[in-house]
Nanobody
Framework: QVQLVESGGGLVTPGGSLRLSCSASGFRFSSNTDYSMFWYRQPPGKGREWVAFISADGGPIEYADSVKGRFTMSRDNAKATMYLQMDNLKPDDTAVYYC???????????WGPGTQVTVSS
């Protein structure tokens, strides 16, 4: 059973940094598998939006324009963990952040419960 659990959220002042982690289990967490990995976020009162992803083929990591140059996605296959380093945070980055695994063979999404990030002075 695929399980994803995010951690690392919290309250930070504008310009600060946080690192989110996503611990994965129940599937082979490595490059060149059936799973594309995503970070999404949902700001208060708005819809869910993707932030960063790496395809199942292990291609370059893609970022939403709103976070490009400030956020860095990475993974540690040995620890079955994905990370999102967030620097120069802005109030608009306030959201619940979700880890997602998309199985392209089965066309199934798996989600973590999310972690709250609040950027405020």
């Amino acid at each position: 059973q695929v399980q994803l659990v995010e951690s690392g959220g919290g309250l930070v002042t504008p310009g600060g940094s946080l690192r989110l982690s996503c611990s994965a289990s129940g599937f082979r967490f490595s490059s060149n598998t059936d799973y594309s990995m995503f970070w999404y976020r949902q700001p208060p009162g708005k819809g869910r939006e993707w932030v960063a992803f790496i395809s199942a083929d292990g291609g370059p990591i893609e970022y939403a324009d709103s976070v490009k140059g400030r956020f860095t996605m990475s993974r540690d296959n040995a620890k079955a963990t994905m990370y999102l380093q967030m620097d120069n945070l802005k109030p608009d980055d306030t959201a619940v952040y979700y880890c997602n695994a998309f199985n392209r063979r089965e066309a199934v999404d798996y989600w973590g419960p999310g972690t709250q990030v609040t950027v405020s002075s």
